[in-house]
């Protein structure tokens, strides 16, 4: 049986960024683009009625940007969004993980690192671009991230093994390693992990990793 494909939808306002991006994540025999947008209002809508996998969102786009389209999306729970724009600021950086995104590269990525990417995302991993991990460990660091929310969620409701796996997520840790240090599967971790973020009320796994340093759980 031939595995289900990745399902992306790419949203910047520039077509030809757009069929560029195509081309690249295309050429992975594991994904497939079925969907295109030129602004924010048009990404939330074709992915409530195409469901994709991942969103490959850009930030500075015509009327609804793409920080509040992320956001949008990520609250419905119809797909997952990775931010890949061309700035290299706090304001974006920051911006788009209290929105919800699960990553966040800058366009000069290499094309095996976006298909690789995407990968992860769809697979309920976390990715965020080497240039900009050291500034946002910093701002952990420094406790200058801004808050996933003003009101911080309790912890009350977490099983012993969901607090694991949210210490896990603390430490950045994949799917896959989740698995591998508590000694489960990793279909087990995913599930895990989709459990914590619900009860949480975080839109991704960065989220939650905020909320562990927020609250001092590191």
């Known amino acids: ?21 195509r081309l690249m994540l295309e050429q992975a025999a594991d994904i497939a683009v079925v969907g295109e ?15 994709p996998d991942v969103v490959v969102m850009d930030i500075r786009m015509p009327g609804t940007d793409g920080i509040a ?4 999306i990520t609250s419905a729970g119809v797909a997952d969004v990775l931010v890949l724009t061309s700035f290299d600021i706090d304001e974006y ?4 993980l209290r929105a919800g995104a699960a990553g966040f590269l800058l366009k000069s990525v290499e094309p095996v690192a976006l298909v690789d990417a995407v990968r992860r995302v769809a697979a309920g991993d976390g990715v965020i671009a080497p240039e900009v991990t050291r500034r946002l460990l910093t701002a952990f660091v420094s406790a200058a991230v801004p808050e996933v929310s ?16 949210l210490a896990a997520l603390g430490r ?19 599930t895990h992990v989709s459990r914590v973020l619900a009860k949480l ?8 990793a905020i909320l562990v340093k927020e609250a001092g759980l590191t």
């Open 93 to 96: 950086l920051f911006g788009a």
């Open 201 to 208: 009320g975080c839109a991704s796994r960065v989220q939650a």
């Open 172 to 190: 950045g840790l994949s799917n896959a390693d989740i698995a591998a240090s508590l000694a489960i599967t990793e279909a087990t971790a995913k």
């Open 37 to 51: 947008a030129a602004d924010g209002t048009v990404a939330i809508r074709q992915a409530g009625a195409l469901r």
């Open 1 to 21: 049986m031939t595995a289900a494909r990745i399902r992306v939808v790419l949203a910047d306002d520039h077509a030809a960024i757009r069929a560029g991006l």
């Open 150 to 165: 003003s009101t911080r969620p309790s912890f009350d409701a977490l099983t012993s093994r969901e607090r694991d796996v």
């Open 69 to 72: 389209a992320t956001r949008a």
